[in-house]
Every structure is written in C-alpha cells, then in structure tokens.
C-alpha cells in the first residue's frame, strides 16, 4: 500500500535557526506532492504543491520544497524560522491513478522558540 | 471566491447514538468531496471521497457512512457510534480535476461518551 513517511515527529528550533522536514513516499507511479500547514486554532491550509516541471517549488511565507524522484523524496525547508512558523506540518501525496485521493504522513509539531 | 463549512464545531454524543455532521461547499460547482479523520501522531486518513451526487467511496470500512445528496453536500453519518469513533473529522474539496489541491473545512471535534 501506498504510504508517507515523516521522520521528525516534534522539531524545536530557535528563531532564525533553518528548518528542513523530511517526507519520503512510497509509490513508483507519477504522484503530485503536497505540503500542507496548520497553525494553532486554524484549518489546514496548502503550504505548496509540486505537480510537474521546476523540482525546487516555493510556497508561501518563505517555504520552499525539492522533489527528489530518484529517492522518494520532499523535503521542506526554509532558511530562518520564525515565532509565527509554530504548527505542525503535513507532507501528503496524491496518485494520478485515482481521484485525487491524498495520503498523508503522520505530521511534524514544530516549535520555534523567541 | 469559495469557501467550506462545517457543523458543529464540537459534538459530544453518548456511545449507541447516531450521528450526522455535514460540509457544504459553496462558489463552485461538481467538486470532489472527502471525508478525513485526524488522529493525533497520525495524520488524516481518508475515510469517503465522492466525485459526484450519489456517488461514495469508502476507503476504510467502519461505523460510519457518507452521503452526497446535493452537489456542494456531504454529509457524515452513523447509526450507532462507538467510543473508538472519537476523534476530529475533517470535510475537504477540490476541483474535479486531475492535478488540484484540497482545501479544507474547520473540522468537527468529536467526543463519544
């Protein structure tokens, strides 16, 4: 079965410090990618998205991500940290063989401490 | 623009009760609809996606059902809840598309007693 794997369950930075999340996935066919945010109280919100071209895709607030195919891979990051980037973050894929189901990773708690 | 509801926010129900919670979509029309579920450390699973009315897959079997009857509708129900089905429910849509996002409603906690 298909599956996304987070390898950092809870991440404690210092403001300014960089970040890099890890995601890998499991599944050989053509997949679009997903980062997908939620800050504390709000919805889950689309950080950025990789479906074809540029493997280096840039989001929003200064969130970046490089889909890696030859490992499986993609990976968010972003250079300095801020208090405000406290939320817990969500790697997700979809198949382009089925309706665009998402599966998604068991999520990272990142915390940015002042 | 188009924007996602969801109700109630909170729900507790008594273990044997049924239960009903509905996501309406509104500014757009024959979208995908999805039903997740959010377990702590574990991140959403998909229970039911539809790509039209009438039309519901079910991706885990379980306690629960989902309906479509109206094309921004869904709706998530059981006859008969369990304690194990405690947890947050999350409705989301997309485009009917291959390549698109999701985009997600604010979610109902759920608490059975």
């Known amino acids: 079965a298909q599956s996304v794997s987070q390898h950092n369950h809870h991440v404690i930075l210092s403001e300014a410090a960089s970040l890099e999340l890890g995601c890998n996935y499991s599944y050989g066919g053509t997949v679009n990618l997903f980062w997908y945010v939620q800050y504390p109280g709000q919805h889950l919100q689309l950080l950025l998205k990789y479906f074809s071209g540029d493997p280096l895709v840039k989001g929003i607030k200064g969130f970046e991500a490089e889909f890696i195919k030859s490992k499986f891979s993609f990976n968010l990051r972003k250079p300095s940290v801020q208090w405000s980037d406290t939320a817990e973050y969500f790697c997700?894929?979809?198949?382009?063989?089925?309706?665009?189901?998402?599966?998604f990773g068991a999520g990272t708690r990142l915390a940015v401490h002042p | 623009s188009q924007t996602i509801h969801q109700w109630p926010a909170t729900l507790v129900q008594p273990v044997g009760s049924p239960l009903s919670l509905e996501c309406t979509v509104e500014?757009?029309?024959?979208?995908?609809l999805y039903w997740y579920r959010q377990a702590a450390g574990r991140g959403l699973q998909l229970l039911f996606y539809s790509v039209g009315i009438g039309q519901i897959s079910s991706e885990v079997p379980q306690n629960l059902s989902a309906s479509r009857p109206q094309d921004r509708q869904f709706i998530l129900s059981s006859k008969k809840l369990l304690l194990s089905d405690s947890g947050f429910y999350l409705c989301?849509?997309?485009?009917?598309?291959?390549?698109?996002?999701?985009?997600f409603g604010p979610g109902t906690r759920l608490t059975v007693t």
């Open positions: 997700a894929v979809t198949l382009l063989a089925g309706y665009n189901k998402l599966i």
């Open positions: 989301a849509w997309s485009p009917n598309l291959d390549r698109a996002e999701q985009y």
């Open positions: 500014g757009t029309s024959n979208p995908n």
